[in-house]
Every structure is written in structure tokens, then in C-alpha cells.
């Protein structure tokens, strides 16, 4: 394929018809995105009470637990009542964290409300204890940098749950007791199958005696991180705090620490919520323009490379003015896949055109293939099961290179196509799109003839469509 032989592709492209379909298709990505950019949620989770003072470099915070409750409200199937109980990853216990701040690194030692004694630190991490209930003694130690989680039945004989390596905490921290409780997560059948979600109000109370720190300076203080007794429950009933009596120290709290937001599925699976219509108008685009085709297979090469790169620049465009906030591996990474993503979408439609020589025949192939599947996995409309199974048969399996969300098992989570998750990674997901490629396009090549005039593949007469 000669440069002259891509001169004359590019020509033969560039109508004003195709130009302003490709920049409308990359203005539906920027201005959806931007538009639905401010309501998404990344990040991780930081939102307890916590009772707590300062802790200098060398120190240790023992408690002994004496009992976990809490409160669902309104949980199906009646959503009539509020009920006494725990979710299973509602946590009370001990922490030691860098400062007050949101985000800031932590390493915490914690009874759950269903996967026992639990150490975990950075959001990410996450290692198991002991699966007895309370009571129990739990113990954080720092070193430096170094955190150390123990527990023990009585005080006396200590096993080590697990080590921290905090690097860079500074000089103080702060250390101390903390309750949180996620929302009761439900799913509600909705469509032809699919479900939403159906987060309820929960919260948490942990009871400890025998406090000891330390290491530690000052007194001691208490105030949520994050917002909380903003709900009904807290105002009216039993507001999120500390009540110290007697020694006794019950701390109430909401919310949860840990990797995924409170908007659960966001981040660039959200933004890019445009995508689906530069989708379509791409694949209308060069399944028409692959219809007009009857060339040689030079020509057909060199139109694929000029139809690829130009649907690349577009998604390029498109996706890397949306995500130009996002942490630049992260964000670089997605808008590169969405833009090959696209190219690919791109070639095989056009492929389907030269092929069926019918451009509503390639435009109906190439949506049913690609567009649709893509778009009714992204609502709540089919069976997980079923949305699962097309994101991993379908061309459309290529657009989990665009998800950045992952699934950790300390999390509650709906992980759906619909909430964003993918079935398949990404790479997997883009080879999936490569086969569909290839297997349209090898044969169209095959037939074409190496010269000026292209063998035509053994298909109905072309009709005045497309």
C-alpha cells in the first residue's frame, strides 16, 4: 500500500457529509461528558465517627470489644419496618490514620458484621482474622511507618492478624476507636429481567472498655469524618457520636471505609455515557461508505487504514477532552482504548459494506452486532446473566477497555454490566473485537483482486441503497 494509494483514500473520504458526522460524533462524547462529569463519584470511601487523639511515632491502642449491634432501615420485603441487625461489612473497631482528612492513608483493625475480625489499610487491602464474634481484644501497633494488627480472646495470649507498611505517615497521627456501616444494598427487578439497586440507611455501634494508648499526647476528641447525622434515624432517634460512662465507650456511626465511592460505578464508565451515539453515527458512517466500494484490494486496504484513523482521532478527541482530569495513567489508558475501540467498530462496519454492497444490510448487521448489545448491557433492562454473556460474545466486549472499576470482595457491590462492571477484562474484551474484525475483513480482501478491479464476493446484485 503506497502513500499515493492513502492520498487518494483520504480523498475520496473526505466528503463535508462524513467530516460533520465524525465531529458530531466526538461533540456527543465532550458535551455529554462534561454535562454528567460533575455528578460522578471516584475515588474510595472515608466516612466514620471516630473518637481520637495524637500518636506519636512509637505507640499502641489496645481496646477490648464487648459488642457489635446496629440497624437496617426498612429492608425488603415489606419496607415497612426498622429492624435490628447488621450488614456484613459494617465495622467497629480501632484505627490509626494520617490526620482527619478524607482519602488520607489509615490501617484499621475492626469486628464486622459478618466476616469476623478483619485488618485493612489503604481501602485496597484487606486480610482476614478470626471469625469470632465479640467479645474480642484488639490491638494496632505503629513503629514508624509500620502498623501491626493483633487480636486476642483474653487479653494475654496475642495472634498477629497482619502488617501495614504506611510509607511517609508523619511524625503524629491520630489514633483512636471508630463505627461505620454501609448502606443494605438490594437489588429490584425491573425491564425484561435486569435489576436496580436499592441502598438503604444503616448504622453501626460498637461498645469496647479497658482503652488504653500508648504513645499517645492530648486528650481525647471526637467528630465524624465526613458528613453524617443528616438522616432522619440520627436526628430523631440515635444520632452517630461517642457516649463515654463508667469507662465504657460506645461509638455510633454510618458509612464505610474503603475502595469504591458512595456513587459506587462512576469515574470514566459514566462520563463517557456519550459514547453510544458516536457509536451509531460511526458505524452508519463507514457502513456507508464501505456500500459504495467496488475497488481493488490496495484500495480497500488503503480505505480502511484512512476510515481506522480517522474514527481513531475522533474518539481520541472526543474521549480525551472528558477525561482530561482523570489521573493521567488512568485516563490516558481509557481514552486510547475507546479511541481504538472505536477504529476497530469502524473497520468492521465498513468491512460489512464492502461486503453486503447494501448499505442498510451493512448498517443493520453492524448495529445488531456492536450498538445494540452495547447499549441494552449499559441499562438495567436484561438479566446480568444475559448482559454478561453479550459483553463477552459480541463485538461490543471491546468497550471494557474503558472500564476503570474493580471488584473487591470487602465491598457490597452490584458488579453488572449495567453498574458499570465488564465481564471480561480489557485486553481480553479488545481481542474480542480484533476476531470480529478480522473475520470480516480477511475475506473481503481475499476476493478483491490485487489490481484496479475487485472480484466481486458471490452476494446479491448491489442495489441503489446506501
Known amino acids: 500500500m503506497s502513500s499515493t494509494e492513502l492520498r487518494r483514500a483520504w480523498t475520496a473520504f473526505r466528503s463535508p457529509g462524513r467530516l460533520i458526522a465524525l465531529a458530531v460524533a466526538a461533540l456527543t462524547v465532550i458535551t455529554l461528558g462534561l454535562l454528567f462529569a460533575g455528578g460522578t463519584s471516584s475515588g474510595v470511601s472515608d466516612t466514620f465517627w471516630f473518637r481520637h487523639q495524637d500518636l506519636g511515632r512509637d505507640g499502641t491502642i489496645t481496646v477490648r470489644m464487648t459488642s457489635m449491634t446496629g440497624t437496617i432501615t426498612y429492608p425488603p420485603p415489606g419496607h415497612d419496618q426498622i429492624v435490628s441487625g447488621l450488614v456484613p461489612w459494617a465495622k467497629a473497631g480501632i484505627i490509626v490514620k494520617d490526620g482527619l482528612r478524607q482519602g488520607t492513608r489509615y490501617a484499621a483493625l475492626a469486628m464486622t458484621g459478618g466476616h469476623g475480625v478483619r485488618f485493612q489499610h489503604d481501602y485496597v487491602h484487606d486480610v482476614a482474622g478470626s471469625a469470632i464474634q465479640t467479645p474480642r481484644w484488639l490491638r494496632l501497633t505503629r513503629s514508624g511507618d509500620t502498623i501491626t494488627g493483633s487480636e486476642s480472646a ?10 501495614a507498611e504506611l510509607t511517609g505517615l508523619p511524625e503524629t497521627v491520630q489514633v483512636g476507636l471508630f463505627a461505620t456501616s454501609p448502606g443494605d444494598l438490594t437489588l429490584r427487578e425491573t425491564g425484561l429481567g435486569g435489576t436496580i439497586e436499592q441502598v438503604r440507611f444503616t448504622q453501626a455501634v460498637g461498645v469496647f472498655d479497658n482503652v488504653s494508648v500508648q504513645g499517645g499526647t492530648g486528650s481525647w476528641d471526637s467528630q465524624s469524618v465526613g458528613e453524617m447525622n443528616h438522616t432522619d434515624w440520627e436526628k430523631f432517634h440515635n444520632a452517630s457520636g461517642v457516649v463515654e460512662k463508667d469507662g465504657v465507650v460506645t461509638i455510633s456511626g454510618t458509612g464505610d471505609i474503603g475502595p469504591i465511592g458512595e456513587g459506587g460505578a462512576g469515574g470514566a464508565e459514566r462520563a463517557l455515557s456519550g459514547l453510544v451515539i458516536a ?94 448489545p452495547y447499549a441494552v448491557t449499559a441499562v438495567p433492562l436484561l438479566p446480568d446473566d444475559v448482559a454478561e454473556w453479550l ?71 448491489r442495489g441503489s441503497s446506501g
Do not use: M, N
Request: hydrophobic fraction near 55%; charge should be positive; aromatic fraction near 8%.
Open 391 to 461: 459483553l463477552r460474545l459480541t463485538p461490543a466486549a471491546g468497550f471494557a477497555v474503558k472500564q476503570t472499576l474493580v471488584e473487591f470482595p470487602q465491598v457490597t457491590a452490584h458488579y453488572a454490566p449495567s453498574a458499570g462492571y465488564f465481564p471480561l477484562p480489557g485486553w481480553a474484551g479488545f481481542a474480542v473485537l480484533v476476531a470480529y474484525t478480522a473475520a470480516v475483513l480477511w475475506p473481503v480482501l481475499r476476493s478483491s483482486s490485487p489490481g484496479s478491479t475487485r472480484t466481486p464476493l458471490p452476494v446479491p446484485p
Open 154 to 163: 483474653d487479653g494475654e495470649q496475642w495472634h498477629v492478624v497482619g502488617t
Open 279 to 372: 457509536l451509531i453515527i460511526v458505524l452508519v458512517v463507514a457502513a456507508r461508505y464501505g456500500a459504495r466500494d467496488a475497488s481493488s484490494r490496495q484500495v480497500i486496504a488503503a480505505r480502511t487504514v484512512v476510515i481506522g484513523s480517522a474514527t481513531f482521532v475522533t474518539g481520541l478527541l472526543g474521549a480525551g477532552i472528558v477525561l482530561a482530569t482523570a489521573p493521567l495513567p488512568t485516563g490516558a489508558r481509557v481514552a486510547v482504548g475507546v479511541a481504538a475501540v472505536l477504529a476497530l467498530c469502524a473497520v468492521l462496519s465498513y468491512g460489512l459494506g464492502v461486503w453486503l454492497r447494501r448499505g442498510w444490510a451493512a448498517i443493520l448487521v453492524a448495529l445488531t452486532l456492536v450498538a445494540v
